[in-house]
């Protein structure tokens, strides 16, 4: 039995195929939720380029914008990579995990999940805080699952009132309507 030479490019192929399989392997088999939570770590950095905060808010030039984490964060290293370098004009965001949301924490968007969303957003009612919440209600801006597994959220244009912010029309254009 003779066996035939394959050529180098589809060697090459094979080799690259493999490769890009291997690295995808933990995604396909970690499941949807993984998923889930870099889209909305994604969205959390995307939704402060869309507010007009009140002046004096975000502080001196230079000053880092807080996003703040309430409670267990379900983001890991997931939130961090996100905003890797992002900025909202002069003002580099800044990650902090908080145990529970206090009035001054300077939090200028705050996520909150679950059953800690009453307290947090009494905490910081009233405040230039952009709220974000995962299940439950309240916040300015609600996460939001669709049945075929896609994140989306609603906007409160009261709640964000509230809070002295303008939300931009692009922002209010993506949003669902509750």
């Not at 959220?153 to 809070?163: C, E, T």
Request: glycine letters at 12%; a positive charge.
């Amino acid at each position: 039995m003779a066996f035939r030479r394959v050529p180098s490019w589809r060697r090459r192929t094979a080799g690259l195929a493999l490769a890009v399989l291997a690295l995808c392997a933990p995604v396909f088999s970690a499941g949807a939720a993984p998923l889930e939570w870099a889209v909305k770590a994604t969205y959390l950095y995307k939704f402060v380029a869309f507010v007009d905060w009140p002046p004096g808010a975000l502080g001196a030039p230079g000053e880092p914008v807080a996003l703040c984490i309430v409670g267990p964060d379900p983001f890991g290293r997931q939130i961090d990579e996100a905003g890797a370098g992002q900025q909202i004009g002069d003002h580099p965001i800044e990650v902090r995990r908080l145990r529970q949301a206090t009035r001054g924490s300077g939090c200028r968007v705050l996520y909150v999940r679950g059953g800690s969303n009453r307290a947090a957003l009494a905490a910081v009612a009233g405040e230039p805080v952009l709220t974000v919440t995962d299940g439950g209600g309240g916040g300015v801006v609600r996460f939001l699952l669709t049945r075929d597994g896609k994140v989306r959220f609603s906007i409160d244009q009261a709640a964000a009132a509230a809070n002295g912010l303008t939300l931009s029309s692009k922002l209010l254009a993506v949003a669902v309507r509750p």
